[in-house]
């Protein structure tokens, strides 16, 4: 699972190292030539979507998603690690759910084109299940090392 969190982190990288020089591309072009590219803003919009996408899915390998933990300062410590094997189960049924459902999104858009590179908007829409399966699994060995006892990051800093 390691290589596919390093695999997912240097493709979040790349679309945000070209996310940034395309910005910076579209900026030059529409102050300095007063003209820019339509193609630029859709590219880095769905960009923007896929990099959110997968850090997000990230986030859940590493137990670092936003939590409220009010139950947990109400019931105590020896509660922590139940509710946090709860969240990542209920992490793992609305990944299930997103991935199934923008699956069958995908189905239906193949022949929908983006405005202006005119690519199939399922293309796009790839992320729901790649989101789902890839935060699925995530979270599922994140419960596992949490039940094993070898949670890493944010175990670690309770003992801080």
């Known amino acids: 699972m390691l290589l596919l969190?390093?695999?997912?982190?240097?493709?979040?990288?790349?679309?945000?190292?070209?996310?940034?020089?395309?910005?910076?591309?579209?900026?030059?072009?529409r102050y300095a030539f007063s003209n820019s590219l339509g193609w630029i803003d859709e590219l880095c919009r769905y960009g923007f979507i896929w990099m959110v996408a997968l850090a997000a899915a990230i986030a859940a390998r590493q137990g670092t998603h936003m939590c409220i933990t009010l139950l947990e300062e109400i019931a105590g410590q020896q509660f922590k690690r139940p509710f946090q094997i709860l969240g990542d189960i209920g992490l793992i049924a609305f990944a299930a759910l997103l991935g199934i459902g923008g699956w069958q999104l995908m189905q239906l858009n193949w022949t929908s084109l983006s405005p202006a590179m005119q690519l199939p908007i399922a293309y796009v829409e790839a992320i729901l299940p790649i989101f789902g399966l890839l935060t699925a699994l995530f979270a599922g060995e994140h419960a596992v090392r949490l039940l094993l006892n070898r949670e890493i990051g944010a175990m670690q800093s309770e003992d801080t």
């Open 5 to 29: 969190e390093r695999v997912t982190g240097w493709i979040v990288a790349t679309i945000f190292g070209v996310f940034v020089a395309l910005t910076f591309l579209q900026v030059v072009l």
